[in-house]
């Protein structure tokens, strides 16, 4: 009985260890240039038609840019203690963003927004939110729609590096521009 | 199919439904936490709790005097002697030689039997005496069922250091707490209440996401908590006996900071709505109707409310920094109450209504101060650089808090007057945020 009831406590655990908390995986949503066209003959009789023969264009490969190791690859922007201002080279870093969700208003994008762990955590959760929505201001600014965006704040919950030196809460003060898929 | 198996079969299907369970599972040995007082000892007193007698069949079922020892210890008011050093083991008054006593420099000694008086029932039995008078302070008979020994003889601890210092102990109380283990992306949360020596710890909750926030009911029956299970900050209240929970906030944006009015009725929380602004709200939790308490476009945060329940006491950064601030509950004039320093927070009010407890910004450290509320004036209690969290004892004599050290985040305890420090770590995982419970109703 002991055995068993340990074993099914491991069980639970690692269903509970493996379910939530893990980025969604990136696909890529590559279309080729190349259409398809179909047109539907019923089974009723047959239809003759002309067959054309029209030249395509060729197209290009289309990889999603917000995927890892695309052209929005970089996807986190940094801030100074206790500040929620975004410096001129993270503008620059979303403009980009925001002119790709500009041209693709069937994306969207979650902005969570984090601090170090100094001071106290629902604090934190306040300042983290405000990072997102300064964030979210400027891509707005830059054209993209309120619809596209979503705002979450961790706070300190949620740091990317562990350590209670410079190094690492300068990491952690970030808004990462999550994208789904 | 046996009937624990389905039992616990049950216990299982309600944890996996949703992200996070929300269970009791048996108490769990590596989540127990593990006392040591650091300083202050000095003043002690010293007193003896001799092994008590067993009267029944078989094995003691429960060492009651080693427990009551380390209760009283844990106190840091008391230096307790080493059963090993007693030149005598009276179990009953009539057999104290107080000169055994006095020779070893004891104070006070107490002696008792625990009774085996039924089928699943026990009496806690003790005498406490004033060695120096040879005189009995007191004498009682508490009776427990098995599952209750241990309660109860936290209860007994009690009664004893009432009797000795005049102030209500805290020894059957419990704490909650959340633990952290792994790390991230993979990190763990639960959180856990356990006894106030951090025995009998039960998981109340756990999650791949963060859990925040608890708060007790002001009847000890209930917890308030923050959780992001479902990817963003959600208010959840939970029933500890039943384990059942049910969602009173989740709003667009940020739930956050729930704080229970002294008659249970009330929470207020911090939401952010869709205008993306932190500000405190009162949420009626039986008509659900939510009043809107500030409004500028400063975080405001972390409330927490006057005994009279017609104050709140909370963190705004409306001057720049974080400073505390009280406003009416009814609504009104905002005042300023914290003035020294740059950045103080997360405002908790003292049982006596006296003081707040703080995180103040000291030369850098982050730590915990008290305003006094009528004066006005901080006195930084403790020594740490990232102190956060604190939360007093309901008996007000001692704050514990969260800190870090070696690189891990461990609870600590100071009391009010600063003397007495204890560090509580985990055997396992990072703790934090500690919050502790109100008396048993007595």
Redesign the interface.
């Known amino acids: 009985m002991w055995v068993i009831r340990q074993w099914i406590i491991v069980g639970l655990v690692m269903v509970l260890a493996g379910c939530g908390g893990s980025s969604g995986t990136m696909m890529d949503d590559g279309m080729g240039g190349t259409g398809s066209d179909t047109s539907a003959h019923g089974d009723q009789g047959a239809s003759a038609s002309g067959v054309g023969d029209d030249n395509y264009l060729s197209g290009d490969e289309y990889a999603d840019p917000t995927a890892a190791g695309g052209a929005l690859g970089n996807r986190v922007i940094y801030f100074a203690f206790d500040k929620a201002d975004v410096d001129e080279a993270s503008r620059a870093l979303l403009a980009e963003h925001a002119r790709y969700l500009a041209d693709n208003p069937g994306r969207e994008v979650r902005l969570e927004g984090h601090t170090d762990e100094r001071g106290s955590r629902e604090y934190n959760i306040g300042l983290g939110e405000r990072r997102a929505q300064a964030v979210r201001q400027i891509l707005m600014l830059d054209g993209v729609s309120a619809a596209q965006i979503s705002t979450v704040s961790y706070g300190e919950e949620r740091p990317a590096a562990l350590g209670s030196d410079e190094e690492a809460w300068s990491l952690n003060r970030r808004v990462e521009l999550v994208y789904n898929p | 199919m046996?009937r624990?198996?389905s039992k616990?079969?049950i216990v299982?299907k309600k944890?996996?439904s949703g992200?996070a369970?929300f269970c009791l599972?048996a108490g769990m040995a590596n989540a127990e936490l593990r006392i040591e007082i650091t300083g202050g000892v000095a003043q002690a007193v010293p007193i003896a709790v001799v092994p008590f007698g067993w009267s029944g069949e078989g094995e003691l079922p429960f060492d009651v005097a080693r427990t009551i020892r380390a209760d009283l210890e844990h106190s840091g008011r008391f230096k307790a002697l080493a059963p090993n050093e007693m030149l005598e083991r009276p179990t009953s008054g009539l057999d104290i030689d107080f000169d055994d006593w006095r020779i070893l420099g004891i104070e006070v000694v107490i002696v008792g039997q625990l009774l085996h008086t039924g089928p699943d029932r026990y009496t806690i039995q003790f005498q406490l005496f004033d060695v120096f008078r040879g005189k009995q302070l007191l004498g009682y008979r508490q009776p427990a069922s098995t599952r209750q020994l241990r309660g109860a003889t936290h209860l007994v601890a009690d009664m004893i250091y009432e009797e000795l210092t005049g102030i209500r102990g805290i020894f059957s109380t419990r704490i909650a707490y959340i633990t952290t283990s792994g790390?991230?992306?993979?990190?763990?949360f639960r959180l856990i209440v356990a006894d106030a020596d951090g025995a009998n710890a039960r998981i109340l909750v756990?999650?791949?996401?963060?859990l925040?926030?608890p708060a007790w009911s002001p009847d000890g029956r209930k917890l308030a908590y923050v959780s992001?299970?479902k990817?963003?900050?959600e208010i959840y209240v939970q029933t500890l006996k039943s384990g059942a929970r049910k969602r009173v906030s989740s709003r667009p944006?940020?739930n956050?900071?729930p704080a229970w009015s002294p008659d249970g009725r009330k929470l207020a929380v911090?939401l952010?709505k869709a205008d993306?602004n932190?500000d405190i709200y009162i949420l009626d939790l039986r008509s659900q109707v939510l009043t809107r308490l500030t409004r500028r476009n400063s975080?405001d945060?972390?409330a927490a409310w006057s005994r009279d329940g017609r104050t709140i006491y909370f963190?705004s950064?409306r001057a720049g920094?974080?400073q505390i601030y009280q406003v009416p509950v009814s609504g009104g004039k905002v005042r300023r109450v914290s003035f020294e320093g740059t950045?103080n927070?997360?405002p908790r009010l003292s049982p006596d209504g006296k003081q707040l407890a703080v995180?103040h910004?000291d030369r850098g450290n982050?730590r915990i101060g008290l305003i006094g509320l009528e004066q006005g004036f901080m006195q930084v209690l403790t020594k740490g650089?990232?102190d956060?969290?604190p939360s007093f004892a309901p008996n007000g004599e001692t704050l514990i808090y969260a800190t870090?050290e070696g690189?891990q985040g461990v609870l600590a305890t100071v009391t009010v007057d600063g003397r007495i420090h204890q560090r509580i770590s985990s055997v396992e995982g990072e703790v934090r945020?500690p919050a502790w419970s109100p008396f048993r109703r007595r």
């Open positions: 046996p624990e198996i616990l079969m299982i944890c996996l992200l369970a599972l790390k991230p992306p993979n990190t763990h756990e999650s791949n996401e963060p925040m926030s992001f299970e990817k963003h900050s944006g940020v956050g900071a911090t952010s993306g932190l975080i945060t972390e963190t950064d920094q974080p950045y927070a997360r995180v910004n982050y650089a990232l956060e969290s870090r690189g945020e």
